[in-house]
């Protein structure tokens, strides 16, 4: 079965898609002028954005893994998680404080999830 990337980098894609699963890279905010809270909802705004381009969504995400820059921004992103995330629909999820690329990046989160059914 073929693998489907999107966004071909020369060092990753932002998204492959192969057997009905759909893997993203770290996303991470464009607009580093933001604080957490606005951080958190620009990248949250882009997984369901390339979710819904692989016939995914939210609802259907397998796991997670959230990379913050200081746990001192853990409630702040949890409060815009909660507002995000489906009720009963929350996923298998990590959060880790973590040294990111760019000393303005706060977040930068990665998902995994399952096509719709066809």
Known sequence: MAVQRFYVERRWSDMAVHN???????????DRTQDITGQTRE????????????NSDKSLIL?????IADMKYFGEMNQV?????PAG????RATVQALLADPAMLIEIVVTAAQRDR
């Open 20 to 30: 009905g699963t759909v893997y993203l890279a770290g996303q991470v905010s464009e």
């Open 81 to 85: 998680w909660d507002e995000w995330v």
């Open 43 to 54: 990248v949250l705004g882009h997984i369901d954005r390339l979710l819904a381009e692989a």
């Open 63 to 67: 796991t997670c893994q959230i990379y």
């Open 89 to 92: 629909n929350a996923p298998p």
